[in-house]
């Protein structure tokens, strides 16, 4: 075995001691190792940000030189941009006060708040755009870190989006919103408290006219509303206040005409029979509708002109358009087109030219209140309610003659007196004729022609007039051959020739006849009147003869049967006349009395001078009053009182009649005509 020597023992033994050292120092270093990881974990979180700040130390440098001035130019507009927004929040509380407290004041701030908000508007892209120019460079030249960068980044694209229309109010945070709010406010307010209508009695008695409208608002006022419209205008708000003037005003209007109980407007065509029972409304509409146009829509329209006059035309039109027709106009208007849909009878012709007479009346008025392309609906219904009433008054006037010949045929009255038509049309063709309705029935009756391309003349009414006169008289001829008893005929025709003559003469329609054709009638009342006294109560002075009784020999008793049998057809003559006749009327007060004084001097005298003579033959028998029936008192008072008219069966030509027929009492044929 190989012998070892020292040397070999002394390198393994400086090996081991070697090896030794170097197992203890690479624990060593182990050790500290382990002790420096966690620094080391934290420096490489903190390279990236080191990096970053030592990046512009890195970049070029003439990028570094220029970055300067692209900052300078973005920051100076974004400043002043700031300084806006600052201004804006400084004008919070003064815009959110009560604007009635300082108005002048209000609207100066509110008018800063608008120049601040469109010098936003108008600045703020561009130093948006700035600022993403900047970022723009940081970027391409890698002078700042990218999530730096990108950060930027996102608040600009924010700040892009608030340019967007829809946005754009939330660059004051809504305060110009409600700024406008409150200034809406305050203008209704200020409406309401000085559009206050004033008391009126209701409704005005007949031929007087209400003197009272709305007070005009303040000058200051006014002032006050037009500052408050040129705000509200400026920010597209103009509707909005047109909508709260239109409102607040013809409410007013409204609660002005409510005094005057406009209820019948309301009325609709199946709530009455015929004109005559709205006869007092339409009168009134006529009132009414003159006191609303010449004082209330004046006002309005006059009011509406100052308020919205800066606006322009157009505008301030279309604002009174509406307040008329919310007001009430339109339903003046449907109410006359309501009359126009009702039967048609003579009385609705005359309501129909009181309608015509007040619409000619305003047309001056109209045609200024309501020309106005705005004002087309009022314009619409007006022409139409006019085209019906000439339509159909003047189809009504044609069609007078033919309805009173359809009469003829009809049963003429039982008591002899003056057929209601007679009566009617005598009294309705005067006041066709008279100066308050000849001017307007011909000025209807020209237009009329005039839309069918025919010429009218005057002769034309007038003729129109006397053929209608000439039926009426046929009708009587006509009626008076309907009797059979012919002293009820001659009776009759006394009555009616005697109405004729009086009701005609010094009237219209008695001038356009003339005085020869009143005489005709007035001696034609005495021919009939002679006829009739003569066939009737002049036969009863003859039953009383004292033939035989002068010269009678055959003593007293045979003398006393011969008055006896006198007197008795004398009473049985006279009861039966009286009878027959104490239903007989005659309307006229005068022809009636001399009527009656007639019979009573026919008969009378010859009873009294009868009795005289020879009562005493008769008073001393036990029948005595079977024969000495009457006192010469009681005979003179019964003739007296005949043919009084019956209560309530007369009707004037100014009152309602009772059926409301244009008839003698028979079923209406105008009436069943079709409505127009």
Not at 252 to 260: D, F, G, M, T
Not at 329 to 338: C, E, S
Not at 595 to 602: R, S
Not at 664 to 672: K, M
């Amino acid at each position: 075995m190989a012998v070892v020597s020292d040397s070999m023992i002394e390198k393994l033994a400086s090996a081991r001691k070697s090896l030794k050292s170097s197992l203890e120092k690479s624990k060593a270093l182990g050790l500290a190792l382990e002790k420096s990881g966690p620094r080391l974990e934290e420096i490489n979180q903190r390279l990236p940000t080191l990096e970053a700040a030592v990046r512009p130390i890195r970049a070029q440098k003439e990028a570094l030189v220029a970055v300067g001035g692209h900052i300078n130019r973005a920051v100076s507009p974004a400043a002043a941009v700031l300084n806006v927004f600052d201004a804006v929040h400084g004008l919070e509380k003064s815009l959110l006060s009560d604007p009635r407290n300082d108005l002048p004041g209000y609207l100066s701030v509110l008018k800063r708040l608008e120049e601040a908000l469109k010098f936003l508007g108008d600045n703020c892209g561009l130093a948006i755009q700035w600022l993403e120019d900047i970022v723009e460079y940081l970027e391409d030249n890698l002078v700042a870190d990218d999530r730096y960068v990108s950060n930027l980044k996102k608040s600009l694209k924010n700040l892009r989006d608030l340019q967007n229309d829809e946005e754009r109010a939330l660059l004051d945070g809504g305060l110009l919103e409600a700024a406008l709010d409150k200034l809406e406010c305050e203008f209704r307010l200020l409406l309401t408290e000085n559009s206050v209508p004033l008391p009126m009695s209701s409704p005005p008695a007949l031929g007087e006219q209400p003197c009272i409208a709305p007070s005009p608002l303040p000058v200051t006022v006014i002032q006050k509303l037009q500052a408050i419209i040129g705000r509200l205008t400026a920010n597209k708000r103009l509707e909005k206040c047109i909508s709260i003037y239109v409102e607040v005003r013809s409410s007013n209007v409204r609660a002005s005409l409510q005094a005057l109980d406009l209820d019948y407007l309301e009325i609709s065509i199946s709530e009455f029979n015929d004109v005559q029972s709205i006869e007092g409304y339409i009168a009134q509409w006529g009132r009414h509708l003159e006191f609303a146009v010449k004082h209330l829509f004046e006002a309005e329209y006059k009011l509406c002109n100052d308020v919205f006059e800066r606006i322009g035309l157009d505008v301030w039109m279309g604002c009174f358009a509406k307040i008329a027709a919310q007001a009430g106009i339109l339903a003046f208007l449907q109410f006359g087109k309501t009359v126009t849909e009702s039967k048609k009878d003579p009385i609705k012709l005359l309501k129909l030219l009181d309608i015509f007479a007040s619409l000619n009346k305003l047309r001056l008025d109209f045609n200024r209140l309501f020309g106005g392309a705005a004002c087309i609906e009022i314009q619409n219904l007006t022409r139409d309610l006019i085209k019906r009433v000439i339509e159909g008054a003047a189809e009504i006037f044609w069609e007078l003659l033919v309805q009173v010949e359809l009469q003829r045929q009809t049963v003429p009255p039982s008591d002899g007196s003056v057929p209601r038509l007679v009566s009617f049309l005598t009294d309705y063709c005067n006041r066709l004729l008279g100066d308050s309705y000849k001017p307007i029935l011909t000025q209807v009756l020209v237009i009329h022609r005039n839309w069918k391309h025919e010429k009218f003349q005057e002769r034309l009414l007038l003729d129109a007039i006397l053929k209608i006169t000439k039926a009426i008289e046929h009708n009587l001829e006509t009626w008076s051959k309907g009797y059979e008893d012919a002293t009820l005929s001659n009776f009759f025709l006394m009555n009616n020739h005697w109405h004729l003559h009086k009701h005609l003469k010094g009237t219209k329609l008695g001038d356009l006849l003339g005085d020869s054709w009143l005489k005709e009638h007035d001696q034609s009342k005495d021919y009939y009147a002679a006829i009739f006294l003569k066939d009737s109560w002049g036969k009863l002075p003859s039953l009383l003869s004292r033939e035989g009784l002068m010269l009678f020999s055959g003593g007293r008793a045979t003398a006393r049967e011969l008055v006896k049998k006198r007197l008795k057809s004398f009473n049985e003559a006279f009861d039966d006349m009286y009878k027959k006749q104490s239903n007989w009327v005659v309307s006229e007060k005068d022809l009636r009395e001399k009527t009656c004084q007639l019979i009573v001097q026919a008969v009378v005298p010859v009873y009294r001078s009868y009795m005289q003579n020879y009562g005493p033959l008769v008073e001393q028998d036990p029948s005595a009053s079977k024969y000495a029936k009457y006192t010469v008192q009681t005979l003179e008072k019964m003739l007296a009182s005949l043919f009084q008219p019956k209560p309530g069966k007369y009707a004037s030509f100014n009152g309602r009649q009772p059926s409301g027929k244009f008839s003698n009492g028979l079923p209406d044929q105008y009436h069943s005509s079709p409505r127009g």
